[in-house]
């Protein structure tokens, strides 16, 4: 396949799957693995990605929306799937018919849900998000027990879990706001046993908790960027390091392109929209089909770099819609349709998304989860 296509996105298998194995170990057998596969799993692909995981004991699959749910089932995928986003109130009667999990933590969610499970004569399953401190979605936990009361008069509703997240885990390493939400979610789960409401499955471990704080793991533990061989933040890495908790992580996805032209320049002739880049030397340019339409920022212009035969080519230019521009004067072996690494390893050299990431100021998941979901996804 890949040699009918200029532009491609690798997933490593075998990567995945190692990475998958390192967080089961920490979390143990007797809690349920939840691989989250969200906003195209990350940018890695989310249909390529569930079927790996699925076959790497993993037991749950997390999604943002219902659409995305939806793809799953329509792909013959039956695990139990959790959205963990905001379901309209017209897609309900979707999630009942194709068994998806959903997160609630409005009472207009509640009433829509015991309608269409009522019309239906069909159980729906719930998961009620709490706030401990993200102030993002979730219920205030003095409107809990009423959320709770309304959810129990409707027997067609089941309250399957209850969750949270946090919200200051990942970019630091003094770790007491997290610790204090934890606080906050035992607090809730408390005043839930002494109202003898019992929820079989509790979970508020992301990535970075999976790694650091056992104590988060509850039933079921989410991971997401760290399953995909990407830290959560450097923060995260040191203080697995103070830690002594030791995981190898290891980059699944690899982002390629091919050479649409090689192009003689003379010295002094600008190079790109804008003219941002003169040329300095008589140069040897390589046009490449790619650039911000898929996912390749614009904020890379004249700082990145991308691998030719194991050799760094420098960006010259803007980086345009469809096309960046790179300099392989120094690469004269160079040939059109040649490999270009845009992400990942070629021979000694490596491309990373935290490198992309730091250029144009933000984190590695913006850079994977943008690359445009038209760019073919191959596993390797």
């Known amino acids: 396949m890949k040699k009918n296509i200029m532009q491609w996105v690798e997933i490593d298998r075998r990567a995945l799957i190692h990475n998958l194995s390192q967080f089961r170990k920490f979390i143990g057998k007797e809690r349920k693995l939840l691989a989250v596969v969200?906003?195209?799993?990350?940018?890695?692909?989310?249909?390529?990605?569930?079927?790996i995981v699925l076959q790497a004991d993993v037991d749950w699959l997390g999604v943002t929306s219902l659409e995305e749910g939806l793809l799953?089932?329509?792909?013959?995928?039956?695990?139990?799937?959790?959205i963990v986003g905001y379901v309209p109130l017209h897609g309900l009667e979707e999630v009942v018919i194709h068994d998806l999990k959903?997160?609630?933590?409005n009472f207009e969610s509640v009433e829509g849900l015991a309608a269409v499970s009522r019309r239906l004569r069909k159980k729906a399953y719930l998961h009620l998000k709490v706030e401990t401190g993200t102030y993002r979605q979730g219920i205030r936990e003095e409107e809990l027990l009423s959320l709770v009361r309304k959810v129990q008069e409707y027997p067609q509703l089941v309250i399957e879990g209850i969750s949270s997240h946090f919200a200051n885990i990942e970019d630091t390493t003094d770790h007491s706001y997290a610790k204090g939400q934890l606080e906050n979610f035992h607090r809730?789960?408390?005043?839930?046993?002494?109202?003898?409401v019992n929820i079989p499955i509790k979970h508020m471990s992301c990535t970075a908790s999976a790694i650091l704080f056992p104590e988060t793991y509850f039933d079921l533990v989410r991971v997401g960027?760290?399953?995909y061989g990407l830290?959560?933040?450097?923060e995260t890495y040191l203080s697995s390091l103070l830690q002594k908790r030791h995981l190898l992580l290891k980059p699944v996805l690899s982002w390629k392109t091919r050479v649409a032209q090689i192009k003689r320049v003379p010295k002094g002739?600008?190079?790109g929209y804008g003219c941002t880049y003169r040329a300095n030397r008589d140069t040897v340019l390589?046009?490449?089909?790619?650039?911000?339409a898929d996912g390749y920022r614009r904020g890379l212009s004249n700082s990145s770099y991308v691998l030719i035969r194991g050799e760094r080519a420098l960006l010259r230019g803007r980086v345009a819609m469809n096309f960046i521009m790179v300099d392989i004067t120094d690469i004269p072996e160079a040939r059109v349709e040649e490999e270009a690494v845009l992400i990942g390893r070629d021979q000694d050299e490596v491309i990373s998304a935290d490198y992309l990431a730091s250029l144009v100021g933000t984190i590695n998941y913006e850079i994977v989860s943008g690359i445009n979901p038209h760019v073919p996804r191959i596993v390797i």
């Open 286 to 292: 390589a046009v490449l089909p790619v650039g911000y």
């Open 72 to 82: 799953l089932r329509q792909k013959g995928i039956r695990c139990p799937v959790l």
């Open 269 to 271: 002739s600008f190079i």
């Open 225 to 227: 960027i760290g399953m």
């Open 102 to 105: 959903c997160t609630v933590y």
């Open 38 to 51: 969200k906003a195209n799993a990350y940018g890695h692909g989310i249909l390529e990605v569930s079927t």
């Open 231 to 234: 830290w959560p933040s450097k």
């Open 188 to 196: 809730m789960l408390e005043t839930l046993r002494k109202e003898r």
